[in-house]
Each structure stands twice: as structure tokens, then as C-alpha cells.
């Protein structure tokens, strides 16, 4: 829990282990501990983090020819720094991400909403927003499975089971071994999947209830209950993760079996 490690295999097959502290923001700034706003705050963090890691990782396979930097990059190399730059890269990494699941699970299902419902104009605002919940599950379930058919995308798959398998052993009580590992469990319910399942559904329950004539105003207001929704989200897999209860386990299983 104090600690993280990232490993990549390297192209000559050995491994490159990179462990260090792990650095709470939480503990310089108590407040963004607190329940429903963790949720946000470990959601960014973790995507720093994974970009971090994919940098590093990048480093032991060089591209064959290196791509100049930009202007842009040279100017902030030049008056702030490397480790600016860095900064600067992993920040528009982070928010390109944001932007695109923004596009993806807000955007585009409020618009085909609209162009299906075109001939229906007057359709209760329920049936309108449980159609466009419907349309995330399919555009989400859809990015799972195609992301899963890639080959570079595939294999770390993989390695996220091995290392749900690791965890399960740890939280067991169980020796770190490979005999353990292999007969751990490789779904966790804390899961990022499940928490981006979670966060879907959750959408789709509170966001039948709200009302908005216009396409804009939707995707407003769901732009704005997203830290709300992501929050609630993340108190529900923290619930599931320390919890046998029946009804948890029931609202983990979709979770679960993605």
C-alpha cells in the first residue's frame, strides 16, 4: 500500500523493475482525502501515473528515428527545463485522455441520441436518457472488445490478470510465491474496469431523472455531475472491496465479468 513498482520486459527478454514510494497528495492536502472527492483525485492521479509508466517504458524501445521536438517543446525545454517539459507532456497527455472519454461516452451518445429520436420529438425525457445509457453500454462494451483484439493491447491485459492474481494473494495473507499466485483469483472488485462500469451505470440511473430540452444542455449538465458520478463510483468499489455483503457482491458482478 506504501509502495509501486513498474516493470517492462525489455527487448532482449530481461526485466527493467522501477519501485518507489508511493506520494499521497492527500496527505499535503487533507481535503482531497475526504469521501466522493477522493474519487477524482486518485482517478487523475492514477492517470499520471499510467502515463509516467508508459514513458518509462518507452524509453528501452527507441524509435528508429527520433522525432524532433517542437518549437513549442524547445521554447519550454529551453527557459524551464527538462523536468518542465515533462510536466507539460504527461498534463496534455492526461487531458487529450479526458478529452476523448469526454467525446466518447458524453458526447457522441447525446448526439446519436437526438438523431435517433429526430422523428420522435415528443418521447418522455426518461425513455431519451435511458436510450442514450444504453448507447454508452454498447460504445463501451464495443472499445473493450476491440481494444482487447490488439496485439500490443492484448498482452497487458494479460499482465492486469496477473497482477489481480498478485494482489489477491496479498490480501489473502498468502506468501508471495508463483504457486499462490496461480491459484489467486484474477478478478479484483477494485478494479479500474469495474470503476469505469460503475461509473456508466451510475450515470445512467441518476442522469434518467434530470431534464434538458437541448443536445448543448445535456452534455453540459453531464459534463459537470461527472466529478459527482465519478465520486459516488469510487466509494461504491472502496464498499465492494472490503465487503461481502450479498447486495454488493450482486452490483459487483457486471464489474466483475468485464
Known amino acids: 500500500p506504501r509502495k509501486q513498482a513498474v516493470v517492462v520486459r525489455r527487448s532482449d527478454g530481461g526485466l527493467e523493475i522501477q519501485e518507489k514510494e508511493l506520494r499521497f497528495i492527500k496527505d499535503r492536502y487533507p481535503i482531497l482525502g475526504w469521501p466522493l472527492i477522493r474519487g477524482v483525485v486518485n482517478f487523475l492521479d492514477s492517470m499520471v501515473k499510467g502515463v509516467k509508466a508508459l514513458m518509462w517504458s518507452a524509453e528501452f524501445y527507441p524509435e528508429e528515428e527520433e522525432a524532433q521536438p517542437s518549437r513549442l ?13 515533462m510536466k507539460w507532456v504527461i498534463a496534455i ?49 464495443v472499445y473493450m472488445i476491440l481494444c482487447s483484439r490488439l496485439k500490443e493491447i492484448h498482452r497487458p491485459f494479460q499482465y492486469h490478470g496477473a497482477e489481480h492474481k498478485c ?31 460503475l461509473v456508466l451505470a451510475i450515470s445512467i440511473i441518476m442522469l434518467i431523472l434530470v431534464r ?40 459487483s458482478k457486471p464489474g466483475l465479468a468485464i
Open 73 to 85: 517543446e524547445q521554447w519550454i525545454e529551453k527557459h524551464f527545463g527538462s523536468e518542465a517539459l
Open 93 to 141: 497527455a492526461v487531458l487529450a485522455g479526458l478529452g476523448f472519454a469526454i467525446a466518447l461516452f458524453i458526447i457522441l451518445p447525446t448526439l446519436a441520441t437526438s438523431a435517433l429520436l429526430y422523428f420522435a420529438p415528443d418521447a418522455p425525457m426518461w425513455l431519451r436518457n435511458l436510450l442514450e445509457g444504453i448507447i454508452k453500454l454498447v460504445i463501451f462494451f
Open 167 to 197: 494482489i489477491n494473494c496479498i490480501e489473502h495473507g498468502l506468501p508471495l510465491t508463483v504457486e499462490n499466485v496461480r491459484g489467486s483469483s484474477r478478478q479484483h472488485k477494485r478494479c479500474g474496469t469495474s470503476f469505469l462500469f
Open 212 to 251: 434538458a430540452e437541448t443536445p448543448f444542455m445535456r452534455i453540459v449538465i453531464r459534463i459537470v455531475l461527472l466529478p459527482v458520478i465519478a465520486g459516488i463510483s469510487y466509494e461504491f468499489l472502496k464498499l465492494a472491496g472490503r465487503s461481502e455483503n450479498p447486495v454488493v457482491n450482486f452490483f
